[in-house]
């Protein structure tokens, strides 16, 4: 199993629909190698990832209420997760606005 898909059933408040997708990804990415999504990947690995999120949506939706809480902290709800994302963030807007106003940049 994947260490790095953590479990959705039992979430308090249930988990989101970005979590599912982000488990769902992390399923793709392992089963067929693909470490970065390119353009020659991408349409195959969001198509899977949509079909994956809807199986698992359904199959949450589906299963009894756990009778405890999973062990594990899902990552989009973990606070050093979230600050990893909003640096993510804010670099891809600056770099973004680099382009836009023309400033010579390295990638």
Do not use: W, Y
């Not at 959705?8 to 067929?32: C, H, M, N, S, W």
């Not at 991408?42 to 756990?66: F, H, M, W, Y």
Request: neutral net charge; glycine residues 4%; aromatic residues 0%.
């Amino acid at each position: 199993m994947c260490r790095n898909i953590t479990t959705l059933r039992g979430l308090e408040p249930p988990a989101t629909d970005e979590e599912i997708t982000a488990a769902a990804l992390q399923f793709v990415r392992k089963v067929t190698g693909v470490t970065k999504v390119t353009d020659a990947t991408r349409d195959q690995v969001e198509q899977a990832t949509d079909e994956i999120a809807g199986i698992v949506t359904r199959l949450l939706g589906s299963l009894p209420e756990r009778r405890q809480p999973p062990k594990n902290v899902p990552p989009l709800r973990r606070p050093e997760v979230q600050a990893r994302i909003a640096q993510r963030m804010k670099e891809r807007e600056e770099h973004e606005r680099m382009h836009e106003l023309g400033i010579a940049h390295t990638h």
